[in-house]
């Protein structure tokens, strides 16, 4: 199932994606509620994909990252942010980070370097403290994709990542939650990023050093996790700069493609 939360004109609601198998045009079909908060009901409005605004499928109350998660990308990175760690490096974005699908993801004018970073993401579905891993699986909602936007001139010279990940648009994430893939298939997904049909990532999810059950276990061992929260799992090698008019494409298997372009803010 997809559930995907979205606009017609300053109507915003949830829906959940289909497609029609002979033509294959998507609809989405609306619900009553929010799909976190109780049973999914269909209320029997249906529309185009097109002909609404797809946006960020949640609003979190914070995004937790993962860091470092991908041995490829940890020794492409080693100069900036280190040599891997036994436990899980995270660090947190704001929820004013978070941004849609075809939003803008606006270039700050401090910043020399602005680089992507495609990733899975984790929605989580309750509040939930100190999971053992052999429990992740009732925590997890299912699947989105993220583009962990940075700033890594800042994030290099700050010597810490708050600043260069937090700008304002720095959390692409949708297009719409995944709720159909196990832990064992989500361990294992090919996740890509392009900019401007260049492809500049190419890794599995079966690369991580610490997998999502280890994440989940780690993280709310020492936080609390809220139904909403997003969990970005890592992103593979091939990280890099985007100029202002570039459009990334971050792409999940069996998730969806996520699509930005990079602008200035008038």
């Not at 939360?5 to 009553?32: H, K, N, P, T």
């Not at 091939?238 to 990334?248: C, F, I, K, R």
């Amino acid at each position: 199932m997809r559930i995907a939360r979205f606009s017609v004109s300053d109507d915003v609601g949830y829906g959940l994606i289909d497609a029609d198998e002979e033509s294959g045009q998507e609809y989405v079909s609306r619900i009553s509620g929010h799909p976190l908060m109780g049973q999914i009901q269909l209320t029997g409005e249906r529309a185009k994909v097109e002909d609404v605004r797809l946006l960020s499928p949640v609003l979190p109350s914070k995004v937790v990252c993962i860091g470092k998660n991908y041995a490829d990308h940890v020794a492409e990175m080693s100069e900036i942010t280190g040599e891997s760690t036994e436990e899980p490096v995270v660090f947190l974005k704001p929820s004013t980070a978070v941004t849609g699908p075809g939003d803008p993801v606006f270039y700050p004018p401090i910043s020399q370097r602005v680089d992507f970073e495609g990733e899975l993401a984790v929605v989580i579905s309750r509040p939930c403290r100190e999971v053992p891993r052999e429990r992740a699986k009732e925590v997890v909602f299912g699947y989105t994709v993220a583009n962990d936007v940075t700033a890594r001139d800042l994030q290099k010279s700050d010597k810490q990542w708050t600043r260069g990940k937090g700008f304002d648009s720095f959390c692409p994430i949708g297009p719409w939650i995944e709720t159909g893939l196990t832990l064992e298939e989500a361990g294992d997904l090919r996740v890509t990023t392009t900019v401007d049909g260049e492809v500049r990532q190419d890794g599995r999810t079966s690369q991580f050093i610490h997998d999502i059950p280890a994440m989940i276990a780690y993280i709310s061992s020492f936080m609390t996790l809220l139904p909403g929260d997003v969990v970005l799992t890592g992103t593979p090698a091939g990280v890099g700069p985007v100029d202002v008019g570039a459009e990334m494409t971050v792409a999940v298997e069996r998730v969806g493609e996520l699509t930005n372009r990079v602008i200035t803010r008038d």
